[in-house]
T-cell receptor
C-alpha cells in the first residue's frame, strides 16, 4: 500500500496561491494520485487526479514530478470558501482496489481574510 | 440530476439495538462504499460493493454488514450497536474505478 504524508494544517490569506504537498514514496507503477476536498458537515468531493506531469481543471492544478514520489495540489487565488480539509490518495486506476484507498487525516486549509 | 442520498441524517439509538442506515444513488454506478469518519482517524472504509450481490469487507468491518440487492442501494446494518460505533457515516459511489467517488451528505449516528 502506498502510504501518503501531508501537512496537518496550513493557513493562507485570500487571493494567495496555496500549494499542498503530499509525499508518497512507495507509489506503484499503476497508481494514480487523487485529491479530495471536504467542507465541514459534508462528504468529501473529488477535485482532481493525475498520473504524471501536470493536470489542470477549473478548480485546481496537480503537479507530479518525474519520480512520482510526491505531488502538489495548487489552488489559485484562494477565497474564504476554500477553507476545508484536503485529502491526498494513491490507488490503482482500475476498480477492485477499494481497500487500498486510504484517506488519512488530510490537511486542514484555513483561508484568512 | 443524479445524486446520492443518505437517511436518516441524524440518528440516536441505544446500545444493543439493530440500526440500518440507508444509501441510495441515482448515478447508476456499479461501485458503492461505506465509510466512517471519526476525529483523528480520517475516513475509514467499512464495506464496499462492486455490483449486485457483491459485498466486501473494508478496514473496519467488525459489527457491520451490508447487502446489495439492486444497483441503487447499499444499506449498512449495525447488528448490535455499540458506543464505539458513534460516528459520522458516509456512503459513496463510483462508476468503473475506485478513485473518483461521489459522496453522500453523511449520517451522524449516536449510540447511547
Amino acid at each position: 500500500l502506498a502510504k501518503t504524508t501531508q501537512p496537518i494544517s496550513m493557513d493562507s490569506y485570500e487571493g494567495q496561491e496555496v500549494n499542498i504537498t503530499c509525499s508518497h514514496n512507495n507509489i506503484a507503477t499503476n497508481d494514480y494520485i487523487t485529491w479530495y476536498q471536504q467542507f465541514p458537515s459534508q462528504g468529501p468531493r473529488f477535485i482532481i487526479q493525475g498520473y504524471k506531469t501536470k493536470v489542470t481543471n477549473e478548480v485546481a492544478s496537480l503537479f507530479i514530478p518525474a519520480d512520482r514520489k510526491s505531488s502538489t495540489l495548487s489552488l489559485p487565488r484562494v477565497s474564504l470558501s476554500d477553507t476545508a480539509v484536503y485529502y491526498c490518495l494513491v490507488a490503482p486506476i482500475s476498480s477492485g482496489s477499494a481497500r487500498q484507498l486510504t484517506f488519512g487525516s488530510g490537511t486542514q486549509l484555513t483561508v484568512l481574510p | 440530476d443524479a445524486e446520492i442520498t443518505q437517511s436518516p441524517r441524524h440518528k440516536i439509538t441505544e446500545t444493543g439495538r439493530q440500526v440500518t442506515l440507508a444509501c441510495h444513488q441515482t448515478w447508476n454506478h456499479n461501485n458503492m462504499f461505506w465509510y466512517r469518519q471519526d476525529l483523528g482517524h480520517g475516513l475509514r472504509l467499512i464495506h464496499y460493493s462492486y455490483g449486485v450481490q457483491d459485498t466486501n469487507k473494508g478496514e473496519v468491518s467488525d459489527g457491520y454488514s451490508v447487502s446489495r440487492s439492486n444497483t441503487e442501494d447499499l444499506p449498512l446494518t449495525l447488528e448490535s450497536a455499540a458506543s464505539s460505533q458513534t460516528s459520522v457515516y458516509f456512503c459513496a459511489s463510483s462508476a468503473n474505478q475506485d478513485y473518483e467517488q461521489y459522496f453522500g451528505p453523511g449520517t451522524r449516528l449516536t449510540v447511547t
